[in-house]
């Protein structure tokens, strides 16, 4: 009987999800306990929001307030620079190009989500720190801006690709309907598909801010990794920095350790945050 | 053009307030924290002393490798470069006024996992004894000590590439090779990770990174010598490499002041603190 | 008056299967002009010649040519062939806005930008759909969540908003009901005082009641064309004959 | 007039669009600029095809064999692993939960893209590689299989994200018409939605197999980083792996440096025909 | 015989807008009904309704009872109440597959796995809906490529496979020539021996021709209902009469 095999299909679908809510699980509690010994010693709140970050210091001080502020600022700043870029190519790619080309320079995009990230933190460093600091007689150029300029770069696959898919799907459904209107093809990208694709827009750009938050490797190599109060044109470090810089060094079940996953943790939750906030914000607007 | 032309003009006559360091990627992090703090305990230049301008101070370093750094003074693109390695004749040559400071030394001792029975039964090993482990000679642990277990020696190593393993390349291994298939871990602290974890690995693990971690893992001796603090410094434990601030010519005043504190007891601190044996 | 639009040796195919076979016609001015047919004879397919529409299906080959005015659209933009040749399609397909943005959506792009003026137009038009008293306090709702014929209602309305000189009308009618049909028809005639009209229609009483002109197309031929009485009440060809007479009711 | 504002948008989607091709090809550019030295010393093909990587020995030998199936294999597997899960769970959240859970789910697996690298290698590390050495008996549980195991985790919420989105748009398409046949969720999933959003899965795969090969942190962490020929349970090194362990050492414009820029562009060159392949692929089912 | 479905003190509200008002009505078994009324008015509304389809819109709000065979369908199963009382949509949507894949849809989820039955399946519904000659060398050609009429065939040959005891169709003819819509009638007529058809349109001779009982709706509202002849012969509700006699042509 059919319904047998359907029944098997329901089982088979709830248990990858439940694999997948496992995994999900597995890593989240794993981050929090061993979160957990930090707040022991340390309060939530001066955790979070003072500034020194001193774990092998006597007095030891562990609060991260400059690199809560220096993440989302980095990453927020790399959205804001990717998302029109990301927007604008998938529109000319999904509405404007002809197929053909298409097939070329969209797996050409791909390959950038492929590009290791010590090599976007080398080109970052030599191309990007360096053009600051020759032109405007930066003392360093390693910066708040350089990372997330570079980072933009990074995440730009993932606006495209998510914002892609959607516009062609769309731009065929509706695309006959709106010729036999005598429009343009432009006028029909502002007033039809943009307003339509807003949904994947927003699914994009959230993909991408999680990858801008947890890029380590690039980032740290053009940011100068200094634990201050983040200005566009001055260094700062990020969560994600921080713990890779120093968990290597740091020794297992030490209170620095510790410290280091409890940043971790703050940084999923910041995402879990905003995330939140953005699918609230797509709820209202998308009436 | 212009620009920089000014700009050079105005570093000869005026105050230099900025020093440039480059070179090892091992000690530009080092470097960084002493300059930190001393950036953070000053502020300006005046500070330091009275007879210095009123300027900021900045103290940039930048990592690209011991032989970057050797390269970065010889063309005078920054004035001290950052060396984790024995500086050679040939390098000295080409650097007029050759000036060196010994920060302290990165040490590298044979580990093992606490679980591992080696060191009761053998608790110093011959360098013939680490070659063989390390080029895949002996397979099994029982290869080295029949009282031991057969079970697979797992070799952990730092990319061999790198500064540290280029110290054991040379004072262990001679010429021959480590085995392919041995772990390189990305950072000395996987490297402590993996043989905490794994009860058959033995590894190169920083005399740093062994003190953070007493029990945890266990240095072997190496040739009859225990790496200790004194051992190292005497050089009577021969797996080390000096870390070294080169600089062509005549230290400026400013500069003179930086080196000082490098040197002075905070400094040495931070460099123990760092992993490393420091030089006083 | 005169023909304002010359069809000449038109075929179509998709995939290469002939669907439009080789039609020569003239339309004239100003007048109604209904194609009948059987389903799947390519009445669709025809009239998304007229405005070059047909090229957007990718399968499509097209041959001969077709005059505006004396002119071959295939020299024109095709912008410019649909803002003079308007279509009202088969299936009515609002836009995922709201009905509002539907209906401003052409005029703002014809450089409309005044607010009022574009509510006086989207009002003017709904009304000579008949839709505008179902909705005037529903402008700003999704346009999917009307009914099938307030849909088709609003297709037509859309399409009147870019006043072209031509109006190709796809089955107009096939969801609405008579009081709406008759609105429509009533609306179509006075049109075509200042516009000429095409519909594609499987309503041979509407042909009837409406079109100046009546084509017969079957198996993408046209069987006949000429004055609609004529038509109807002595056809020459036995095949359309036969086809009215399947008429019953 | 409105056909100058359409005209500014028209200029600016262009100006955007060109921008990012810039900045791509800005990115290919340098890295074949960086690896063309090793070309003049080194043949393309013993590049590729030979087994020896020893920059710094006496002779040199820069062969990248070995990287280039160890890249590929574990690539492939963490999408082989991570696609059924991905596609499954994405099937689950938008067809089956309700709104409200899925809207709390939804940004928790999204969470799983934030998470640092650093943070994936060493849960890899204590548990994965653990896990393998206590219960399967391996000397040492660092492998490939370790390595997909984890980037299957990390590229999962990519291929749910741009799954999820375009599932959600065809089930309101057409879940009416499916319901008012009388056939089951399970069924419109299995016959319906699956279907049709081949397209989306293939994108997402693609955006996740980029995501997999230019991973290096976490997978140089569980994989052993031995440059011998990749076995399901054996060491192996990837060519991102490679290029982050060596390029803090290597010697700026040192034959070593260029060498592992080459081998990036070979990284990108390999995703770029895995893509291409997987476009042919897709337009060719999708008659 | 007697009545298949008992409809009890039916409303259903959109965003609180009323859209049916109170309706009671007895529908019986094996017999046409037609339900006639203006667009917007709420036929489709009201035949979603009685599926349980309208509770797929989420701005709906239902109240009163449905009786299927004295069993209220609120009671059942979804999907059993959907398997039971089939349904063809106003707007003719074929889903994104290939004509074959659309027809064995359904079947494939009532159990039947074997090829040449589904084969016979797909070749007979497609016979009865009149559409098998035309597609019959391309059934695997996307269903989304035909022609307006024939996806409309393709819908209601669709609902067939399902083998319902209830059918509902939605305008099923309005894209339909006059060959296609005698045949699809003629088929309706042959079903209701079968089947119990419930059928909405705006064609009140097709209703004449065809509907053993006729509801004519207004404003939500069931004005009147009765034997379809009585209804059109002798209306007893004035507003009835307004609307029949609009009929022209
Ligand atoms: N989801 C919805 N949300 C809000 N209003 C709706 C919704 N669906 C239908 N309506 C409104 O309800 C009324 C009745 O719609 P319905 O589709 O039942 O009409 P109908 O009688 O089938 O008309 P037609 O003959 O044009 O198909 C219309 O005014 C319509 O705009
Ligand atoms: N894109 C396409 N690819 C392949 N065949 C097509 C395509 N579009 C239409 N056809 C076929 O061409 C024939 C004519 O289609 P057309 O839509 O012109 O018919 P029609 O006369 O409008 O029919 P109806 O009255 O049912 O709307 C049909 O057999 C249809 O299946
Ligand atoms: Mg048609
Ligand atoms: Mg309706
Ligand atoms: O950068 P090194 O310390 O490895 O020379």
Redesign the pocket.
């Known amino acids: 009987m059919h319904r047998k095999f359907e029944k098997i299909f329901a089982i088979i679908i709830k248990l990858l999800t439940f694999f997948s809510i496992i995994m999900l699980s597995f890593i989240i509690i794993f981050i929090i306990k061993e979160s957990i010994p930090v707040f022991k010693k340390v309060s939530l709140l001066d955790f979070l929001f003072k500034m020194e970050w001193n774990p092998l210091g006597e007095p030891q001080s562990i609060s991260i307030f400059p690199m809560i502020l220096a993440s989302i600022y980095v990453s927020l700043l790399a959205i804001i620079i990717a998302l029109p870029i990301g927007v604008g190519s998938a529109i000319f790619l999904s509405s404007v190009l002809s197929e053909k080309i298409r097939k070329i320079l969209k797996p050409a995009i791909d390959i950038l989500a492929g590009i290791p990230s010590v090599i976007y933190g080398l080109i970052g460093l030599l191309v990007l720190v360096k053009f600051f600091e020759v032109n405007f007689d930066f003392s360093s150029g390693e910066s708040v801006l350089a990372g997330g300029i570079l980072l933009s770069i990074m995440i730009l696959p993932y606006i495209i690709s998510t914002c892609d898919e959607s516009m062609i799907r769309i731009s065929k459904q509706y695309k006959i309907m709106s010729e036999g209107l005598g429009v343009s093809k432009w006028h029909m990208i502002r007033y039809l598909i943009l307003p339509a694709s807003k949904k994947s827009i927003f699914a994009g750009s959230i993909l991408a801010l999680g990858r801008a938050m947890g890029e380590t490797m690039a980032v740290m190599m053009v940011i100068g990794n200094s634990p201050v109060l983040p200005k566009l044109f001055g260094k700062a470090q990020t969560i994600s920095a921080l713990i890779a810089l120093e968990m290597g060094g740091a020794e297992v079940d030490s209170l620095h350790y510790h410290a280091l996953f409890a940043a971790g943790f703050v940084l999923m939750m910041i995402l879990f945050f905003i995330n939140m906030i953005f699918h609230y914000i797509i709820k209202n607007i998308d009436l | 053009g212009s620009k920089v032309n000014s700009n050079e003009e105005a570093s000869n006559n005026e105050f230099k307030s900025q020093i440039l360091f480059k ?6 992090p080092v470097i960084a924290k002493i300059s930190t703090n001393f950036i953070e305990k000053y502020k300006t230049w005046d500070k330091v002393d009275k007879d210095f301008p009123n300027k900021s101070l900045d103290i940039f370093v930048s ?5 970057a ?1 050797v390269k970065a003074v010889i063309d005078g693109s920054s004035d001290f470069g950052m ?3 024995s500086v050679s004749d040939e390098e000295k040559g080409k650097i007029e006024g050759y000036k060196e400071f010994k920060i302290g030394l990165d040490a590298l001792t044979i580990s093992v996992n606490p679980e591992n029975k080696v060191y009761e039964v053998k608790k110093s090993l011959s360098t013939e004894e680490i070659q063989k482990i390390f080029s895949g000679e002996y397979k099994y642990w029982d290869e080295l000590d029949s009282s031991l277990a057969h079970e697979e020696i797992v070799i952990v190593t730092r990319d061999l590439g ?3 393993h ?1 110290v054991f390349q040379k004072k262990v291994m001679g010429d021959k090779k480590v085995r392919e298939d041995a772990i390189q871990a990305p950072s000395m602290g996987a490297l402590v990770t993996k043989i905490m974890e794994n009860k058959n690995a033995i590894g190169y693990a920083s005399y740093g990174m062994v003190n953070q971690n007493t029990g945890k893992i266990i240095p072997l001796d190496v040739d009859g010598v225990s790496p200790t603090k004194e051992n190292i410094i005497s050089g009577d434990y021969k797996i080390s490499r000096p870390l070294l601030v080169i600089k062509k010519g005549e230290l400026l005043p400013q500069e003179k002041a930086f080196i000082d504190f490098l040197l002075s007891e905070e400094g040495m601190k931070i460099v123990e603190k760092m992993g490393f044996v420091p030089a006083k | 008056m005169g023909a304002i639009l010359k069809i000449k040796n038109l075929s179509v195919d998709f995939d290469n299967k002939k669907i439009i076979k080789n039609i020569n016609m003239k339309i004239e001015e100003k007048k109604i002009t209904a194609i009948i047919g059987p389903s799947g004879c390519g009445k669709s397919t025809f009239i998304k010649s007229l405005n070059r529409m047909i090229e957007e299906e990718k399968n499509s080959t097209i041959h001969g040519a077709i005059l505006l005015n004396g002119k071959n659209i295939r020299d024109m933009d095709k912008e410019q062939v649909r803002e003079k040749i308007g279509m009202v399609f088969q299936s009515p397909t609002p836009f995922p806005l709201s009905i509002y943005e539907n209906m401003t959506y052409a005029p703002v792009y014809y450089g409309i930008k005044d607010k009022k003026q574009l509510k006086l137009i989207v009002e003017e038009k709904l009304k000579i759909a008949g839709l505008y008293e179902e909705v005037k306090h529903d402008l700003k709702m999704k346009a999917t969540k009307l009914s099938g014929g307030q849909q088709q209602r609003l297709c037509i309305a859309r399409a009147l908003t870019v006043e072209p000189e031509i109006l190709l009308l796809d089955e107009p009618c096939s969801a609405l009901d008579i009081k709406n049909t008759a609105n429509i028809e009533e609306m179509l005639m006075k049109l075509s005082d200042i516009y000429t009209i095409i519909i594609v229609t499987h309503n041979l009483s509407q042909a009837k009641r409406i079109a100046d002109y009546t084509a017969f197309m079957l198996n993408g031929e046209i069987v006949e064309y000429g004055k609609t009485e004529e038509l109807f009440e002595s056809p020459k060809d036995i095949r359309t004959k036969q086809y009215i007479d399947g008429s019953f009711g």
Chains 1, 4 share one sequence.
């Open positions: 070179g090892s990627s091992t000690l530009a990592a690209g490798g011991s032989s750094g060396v984790s390695r790198g500064g540290a280029k």
